[in-house]
């Protein structure tokens, strides 16, 4: 008999584990139904009969409405079931945060303690052009230099971008930001920053952003007053090369982690298995006074109450419902509903409304108490859980993640991507068939919640992290797999 599972006891669905073919009998915790339809695995079935308009529930909460009469045992997806969202909304303040439980987990890494007391899990130098003009001299400049200090650091990475000129105002200084945060990151041993010249984004403005303490470990290089940028620039990764294999690894307290925590891809599983393994990751790092920074704000749309409950004070219930509304009026003043999600992928996986989506997704920010929310370029300044403005597109809330600090992110996916971003980025499968399909790019297979349980999954995924944050590399590591990507805003000249 096919298996589905109830996540919760007011769902009117449940999900298959398996496919099943019209007339088979699904099994739903005991209680048995006879499928109507030929139904795919992640894919939804009826608990109860539905009447057309009427709200259908999953996750304890409304994930739209149906268009059509349901009988128990149909298959419930695209063709029956549609969004509720519409535009932007006046929120609830009524907050019922728990109080954030004391540590309870005294692991260590090795980790790369920084003159801030920040602390880096790998050791490198960045290569950043301040223009998309020098990308290219910076990815040769850190080919080269990799060969040459291979050992001395963790490596010597580019990371190329087509922006930097022909922007305006606030969409030049958000690209600013990002490489003034990227620059001043606990990863980073030594950081080059190249430009061209004649660009919009001066390299002396770009410094101003960059916090002093951070700037003895910068270099700077200008390629259209230099007589060769590209031995300059080899120059001066030799010279921070030398300064940052001064510093070795020592052991620290998971206080000094900071988890960037996203999805990408995701699946009819995404929701029962890897965004709430890694949402009971979010709780043990921040239980143990360190940090996790959750995104996407657009795949939380139809969620976000349930973090708005957790903010910690008014100012951060604020701070939610203004980068709730101002992403929505972003989405509405380019004629673009605010349900436009989700993606092909998705829906061939089983998740058929943005609800739905955001009901899984905000799962990876845990139980934890909401202590801040930064707006996109910030950095994070406290520990605790933190909400961070940027879009849902994997590069570009990757990237911001990693610019607020993150030092670890994980990626959880049902789908699968190679993609990897400048810090290291653990992919998390929903399902054990793509992490058997692609060991190349999965990390960890959170299938096994589904056989082994969350508590054996827990275990096995925290001693993952604590490996790759001391320095074991990830499949993107190890694939040469490191993007960068911003969020472009305003008009280009």
Known sequence: MTKALRIHSSDHVA???EAVSAGGA?????????AHADIPKGHKVALRDIAAGEEIVKFGFSIGRATAAIRAGDHVHSHNLATGLSGTLDYRYDPHAAPRAPASDMRTFLGYVREDGRVGTRNEIWILPSVGCVGR?????????????????????????PYGCSQLGDDLGATRRMLAALAAHPNAGGVLLIGLGCESNQIARLLEDVPESHRPRIRTIVAQTSADEFEEGLAAVADLAAEAAKTRRQPVGLDKLVLGVKCGGSDGFSGLTANPLVGRMSDAITAAGGSAIVTEIPEIFGAEQMLMDRAESRDVFDG??????????YFLSHGEPVSENPSPGNVAGGITTLEEKSLGAVQKAGHAVLTDVKRYGERIERTGLTLLEAPGNDAVSSTALAAAGATVILFTTGRGTPLGFPVPTVKIASNSELAARKPNWIDFDAGQVLTDGFEVAEEALIDRIVAIASGAETCAERNGEREIAFWKRGVTL
């Open 15 to 17: 999900t298959l584990l």
């Open 26 to 34: 699904v099994d739903v915790g005991g209680t048995a139904i006879v």
């Open 137 to 161: 001299t910076a990815e040769r400049i850190a080919a080269e230099a990799g060969r040459r200090h291979a050992g001395q650091v963790d490596g010597v990475h580019a990371f190329a971008h």
């Open 320 to 329: 939610v419902v203004g980068v709730v509304n101002d992403f929505k009026t």
